[in-house]
């Protein structure tokens, strides 16, 4: 019997405040600065006669560059259907001194926020704008006309280890409990959860400090405090289960939102679908165990020129596994136009490789 990867099956609950109304809302520099960023100090644990652990150490150097985020949305999520405005709450991580902010895109209800305001750590406030986001990717840019920030420093997330130390910063369950600390470890890695019934993400870390509403978007920190993650969601069915996307996944998008204001991901150029969910659509049961079922090609496009055909199964992007369509579009972030990379798909149950070129 052919075995399918299937993720761990949890559902989980993105950590938004809801409204007092019921209406839940799904509320750096360029790469030489990112670069330079990611080479911090080690953080010193003494401090005079005081001695100083390795929290607050962290929570000293990286709470400056921790903001709140206050949004207002319009929503219509009731059975008359009449509009109600929501507020939310969450936090965002400074990631350019010239007033760029890294945060989830729930946190701005997907780009749907009719106002974003800014807290800094020094208590002063400021109306922000969405200039990006991305629901799948779930990561969102801010931006205040504000210079002279704090700017967090990025560390690697490749680097990152089960059992290495975690430390969060935001603001659970809203601005009352602003710039809390919880610790812990890195309990687990490449975790894929289910945000509902038909989306899944995938290459999180996993932790077991206390990440709870209020606190997506925020940073995940090693021991130097440096930003390995951005907070995303909690388990809804246990406790000590957090999950983060990797930074090393946003540092892309901060580096071309910087420079261009924007930020386009390169297209392939199919409609596809996960391997298990036509299988199950079509009752039948094809090679491969996991992939993504290409069920078409655009006439034109960078698939096309690579001579991939309807039928294809995609099971690898350059060096990383394509195991879903969530997988294929967040390895689609790593490209530019003009790259070439290699493709290796199932074919008549034959692995086949083919080079695209990609375009925007």
């Known amino acids: 019997m052919k075995l399918k990867n299937k993720g761990i099956g949890i559902i989980v609950v993105v950590a938004v405040i809801s409204s007092i109304l019921g209406s839940s809302l799904t509320l750096f520099a360029l790469k030489d600065k990112i670069a330079s960023s990611s080479q911090s100090s080690n953080i010193v644990v003494s401090e005079g006669s005081k001695s100083q652990n390795v929290y607050q150490a962290v929570a000293k150097k990286a709470t400056p560059s921790v903001v709140g985020i206050t949004t207002t949305s319009v929503s219509q999520d009731n059975m008359f259907a009449i509009p109600q405005e929501t507020q939310g709450v969450g936090t965002g991580i400074i990631v350019d001194s010239n007033g760029y902010i890294l945060t989830n895109s729930h946190v701005v209800s997907d780009g749907d926020a009719t106002s974003v305001n ?13 200039i990006w986001y991305d629901s799948q990717m779930d990561l969102a840019m801010v931006k205040v006309d504000k210079t002279g920030l704090t700017a967090a420093d990025l560390g690697d997330s490749d680097e990152v280890e089960v059992g290495d130390i975690s430390i969060a910063i935001g603001n659970p369950l809203g601005l009352d409990l602003q710039k809390s600390v919880t610790q812990g470890i890195i309990s687990g890695l490449d975790r894929t959860i289910s945000t509902d019934q038909s989306t899944n993400m995938t290459g999180l870390i996993q932790t077991d400090a206390s990440i709870n509403s209020g606190n997506s978007g925020g940073p995940l920190l090693n021991e130097k405090g440096e930003v390995i993650g951005i907070n995303t969601a909690k388990a809804s069915q246990g406790e000590g289960l957090g999950f983060a996307i990797p930074i090393n996944t946003a ?3 901060i ?3 910087i420079k261009d204001g ?21 009752g039948q049961d094809l090679t491969g165990d996991s992939g993504v079922y290409v069920a078409e090609v655009t006439s034109g496009s960078a698939a096309e020129k690579a001579n991939m055909a309807a039928g294809d199964i995609i099971i690898k992007l350059g060096d990383t596994e394509i195991t879903s369509m969530n997988d294929l579009n967040k390895a689609l972030y790593n490209y530019r136009s003009g790259d070439k990379a290699e493709i290796t798909v199932l074919r008549n149950g034959k692995e086949q490789k083919l080079t695209v070129t990609f375009s925007k």
């Open 262 to 282: 924007n930020y386009e991901k390169v297209t392939l150029g199919i409609k596809g679908t996960d391997l298990e969910t036509y299988e199950q659509a079509v």
């Open 251 to 253: 540092k892309n998008i």
């Open 118 to 130: 800014v807290l800094f750590s020094d208590g002063s406030d400021i109306e922000g704008k969405v």
């Open 255 to 257: 580096t071309e939102v």
